[in-house]
């Protein structure tokens, strides 16, 4: 009763704290012994491998984890039996290990022992095999992916990351050959060697990528590039309008300030500030803030429309923002640069055609477009937001016509750009970091 009260619990919260993808569930037989066999980088691998299952796990668990309160109550009645991890002291859990075998059930067991390091499988202990050999049970390889970032043992508390658990096609062992090889070590080792393999196949991949990521975040920061010169053109383009409109002697400090405080903060990033997570976070994010207090002023001293829907178009492009603390740092830049490209495009658009959705338009549909191209995470709650946010639009100013539909195309033209002509350099940085696996 408490497993079924605990499943949607963590279901609900790994889906709100990471981001968790599944592959090859298909892969676990869905009856019968089933040994599942994986990489251990985290508190959170029991949970991950068995939220997704129709079948429960029993895991092989340490015993000190049982005499913690509350938490040996959790592992108890998620299906955790505990096993004393003392030399010469697992035979009672190997019993009960064969016991749940025996019965057709699932067994989950983290082979090397103890949590990993955060690289590859190394050399595995031999429970697996022989567990497998005495009972005839299938050999389900899992690779977990992100997980060792998400929650390294020397930390007490979690952070958002993206995490992907695959499940291999299961191993089945020669009948003949496991009765004729029952007590042959050699023979324990080589299905050892073969699980470690499948797992360091897709496990690999994500190493690197992750091990990129952490090395990018000390480097030197980039130099400016092309979409941050968007401000730079825009006071030019800005100022010429002011003075063609007569608002430039009364107010050029207000459309110039801003996007000058903008450029100092480059500078500052370039040659003062350390490099780190937190800067390079800060600078992919700085030209969304930029737009969002530099709007108002660049609009009206220009006598561009400013738009009426403007908190509907700040609380959405936030919304959808932060969900990227849960993606891969790329397609977060990615994403940064979209709404740079649309929101300048939009006013460009708007000296020629006025319209005080143009902006408001352009962003949504992008946002739209960009989270399902690129299977943000929440894309679905994202999605919906953005439709609902757009007929609210609609609804207040009762317009939806041919500015309606040019400003939509534009955004679709900004997500064909990413995909056309940024794609290649992106991919080529972001290799291995969200691909944690090849296919059996």
Do not use: C
Request: net charge positive.
């Amino acid at each position: 009763m408490l497993q079924q009260v605990l499943r949607p619990v963590f279901w609900v919260i790994f889906r709100l704290i990471f981001s968790v993808e599944y592959y090859g569930v298909e892969h676990v037989p869905e009856r019968g012994p089933v040994i599942i066999a994986g990489n251990h980088p985290s508190y959170l691998d029991p949970v991950l491998v068995g939220l997704p299952l129709r079948r429960q796990i029993k895991f092989m668990a340490w015993d000190a984890l049982f005499r913690v309160p509350l938490l040996g109550l959790m592992i108890r009645a998620l299906g955790a039996f505990p096993v004393d991890i003392g030399k010469g002291k697992g035979e009672s859990a190997f019993r009960e290990a064969l016991r749940v075998l025996g019965e057709g059930e699932v067994l989950g067991i983290f082979p090397e022992g103890q949590r990993s390091e955060g690289g590859p499988m190394g050399e595995l202990k031999l429970g697996v095999a022989r567990l497998a050999v005495d009972t005839g049970a299938q050999v389900v390889p899992v690779t977990i992916g992100g997980a060792f970032r998400a929650w390294p043992k020397w930390k007490l508390i979690p952070k958002p990351a993206k995490i992907v658990v695959r499940f291999h096609p299961p191993l089945m062992l020669d009948e003949k050959e496991r009765l004729e090889r029952k007590t042959d070590r050699e023979y324990h080792a080589a299905i050892m060697q073969t699980v470690a393999e499948r797992i360091n196949r897709s496990l690999l991949p994500a190493l690197r990528g992750g091990s990129l990521i952490e090395q990018y975040y000390k480097q030197p920061p980039s130099s400016i590039r092309s979409y941050e010169w968007g401000p730079l053109i825009a006071v030019i383009i800005a100022l010429l309008v002011s003075i063609g409109r007569g608002t430039f002697a009364s107010h050029w400090i207000d459309i110039a300030l801003p996007a000058a405080i903008y450029y100092l903060y480059l500078a500052a990033d370039l040659t003062l500030i350390k490099p780190g997570r937190f800067s390079k976070w800060l600078r992919n994010s700085m030209p969304v803030w930029l737009i969002l207090i530099w709007h108002y002023p660049l609009t009206r001293y220009t006598l561009l429309p400013t738009g009426s829907l403007n908190p509907l178009l700040t609380g959405a492009v936030l919304a959808a923002f932060f969900s990227f603390f849960y993606e891969d740092y790329f397609t977060l830049q990615k994403f940064v640069r979209g709404i740079v490209t649309g929101y300048y495009f939009s006013l460009l658009f708007e000296l020629g055609w006025p319209d005080e959705t143009g902006t408001f338009v352009t962003l949504l549909v992008f946002i739209l477009v960009f989270v399902f191209w690129y299977k943000v995470i929440y894309r679905w709650l994202i999605g919906l937001a953005a439709v609902v946010v757009i007929a609210i639009g609609i609804w207040m100013t009762g317009k939806i016509g041919a500015p309606f539909l040019v400003y939509a195309a534009l955004a679709v033209g900004v997500n064909a750009y990413l995909q056309t002509f940024t794609s290649i350099a992106y991919d080529i940085r972001r290799a291995g970091n969200v691909n944690t696996g090849v296919e059996d």
